[in-house]
């Protein structure tokens, strides 16, 4: 069974940090690219930050640049995705989903969501001012 598993989420004043974490099993998820992806009240689902397989490419929205870091660990059954949030502004208030998409290459990390496959069912992040 395919499992997407998001967790760290929570309430945190403006200027803090957290790290999420995603851990993926039920298929062999070391050859899949890995993305976190966001959803505030009243938007659109938006791009957060993408690794490719091995973790040797990254990309991150602009939004985000400078302030989250995405990274990965592949073990054999699980891979866990992480991403670090520093400087947390109340405009990074969302549910934050994690999502797996079948390797398109070596460098391959895309930003959009319909080029992944399986989602996690989210977590929540607030940050107070």
């Known amino acids: 069974q395919v499992q997407l598993a998001e967790s760290g989420g929570g309430l945190v004043q403006a200027g803090g940090s957290l790290r999420l974490s995603c851990a993926a099993s039920?298929?062999?998820?070391?050859?899949?690219?890995m993305a976190w992806f966001r959803q505030a009240p009243g938007k659109e689902r938006e791009f957060v930050a993408a690794?490719?397989?091995?973790?040797?490419?990254?990309?991150?929205a602009d939004s985000v640049k400078g302030r989250f870091t995405i990274s990965r660990n592949n073990a054999k059954n699980t891979v866990t995705v992480y991403l670090q949030m520093n400087s947390l502004k109340p405009d990074d208030t969302a549910v934050y989903y994690c999502?797996?998409?079948?390797?398109?290459?070596?460098?391959?990390?895309?930003?959009?969501?319909?080029?992944?496959?399986?989602w996690g069912q989210g977590t929540q992040v607030t940050v107070s001012s």
């Open positions: 039920g298929r062999t998820f070391i050859t899949y690219a």
């Open positions: 690794i490719n397989w091995n973790g040797a490419y990254t990309d991150s």
């Open positions: 999502a797996a998409g079948i390797s398109g290459g070596p460098m391959y990390a895309p930003r959009l969501d319909y080029q992944y496959t399986y």
